[in-house]
T-cell receptor
Framework: DAGVTQSPTHLIKTRGQQVTLRCSPK?????VSWYQQALGQGPQFIFQ???????QRGNFPDRFSGHQFPNYSSELNVNALLLGDSALYLC?????????????FGPGTRLTVL | RKEVEQDPGPFNVPEGATVAFNCTYS??????FFWYRQDCRKEPKLLMS???SGNEDGRFTAQLNRASQYISLLIRDSKLSDSATYLC???????????FGSGTRLSIRP
């Protein structure tokens, strides 16, 4: 049973570019959340997708957008990259959006913006 | 004030010691609480959920104090393998965003 997978593992971009990160949830999970983790900080919640819709959103600008596909996989898109967007981007899946459900994290995508 | 606050540490304790961390939260309507563990350059993994009555899992005990709005994690008989960053997670209802603390670093020395 595959856990949460993310691609790519690492990515280097320059300021102003756009990036797409991908996530496949754990088998049987239908809810996907995205987080940004800067060095030395805890993960910051970006947004959560359920039934192909954005359900919750953290304090991130509109440059951050996402999508969920019918097979529950998800993408995170970031436009007009800034140096400050350099971070580890984590995807987490859960059985449902219920608050007490455990989230399983993928290994993350490390994004470097030069 | 941050919504979820943790002492960043590092806590440096000898093997076999007992160590405790607290995590305070500002939203009194918070409903769900968790402790996650994150090893260096790895993803967070659930250590335990925190229930109102407190719960124990082997050497780990988690407690919730709603009146003072904090959760705690106690690790007994610490092992070298317990060295990691411990993240507390707080959430309101299912309609609320999920908030991580910035983590407490624990280092167990031989």
């Amino acid at each position: 049973d595959a856990g949460v997978t993310q691609s790519p593992t690492h990515l280097i971009k320059t300021r102003g570019q756009q990036v797409t990160l991908r996530c496949s949830p754990k088998s049987g999970h239908d809810t996907v959340s995205w987080y940004q983790q800067a060095l030395g900080q805890g993960p910051q919640f970006i947004f959560q997708y359920y039934e192909e819709e954005e359900r919750q959103r953290g304090n991130f600008p509109d440059r951050f957008s996402g999508h969920q596909f019918p097979n529950y996989s998800s993408e995170l898109n970031v436009n007009a990259l800034l140096l400050g967007d350099s971070a580890l981007y984590l995807c987490a899946s859960s059985l449902s959006p219920l608050a007490n459900n455990e989230q399983f994290f993928g290994p993350g995508t490390r994004l470097t913006v030069l | 004030r941050k919504e979820v606050e943790q002492d960043p540490g590092p806590f440096n304790v000898p093997e076999g010691a007992t160590v405790a961390f607290n995590c305070t939260y500002s939203n009194s309507a918070s409903q769900s609480f968790f402790w996650y563990r994150q090893d260096c350059r790895k993803e967070p993994k659930l250590l335990m959920s925190v229930y109102s009555s407190g719960n124990e899992d082997g050497r780990f005990t988690a407690q919730l104090n709603r009146a003072s709005q904090y959760i705690s994690l106690l690790i007994r008989d610490s092992k070298l393998s317990d060295s990691a960053t411990y993240l507390c997670v707080v959430r309101g209802s299912s309609a609320s965003k999920i908030i991580f603390g910035s983590g407490t670093r624990l280092s167990i020395r031989p």
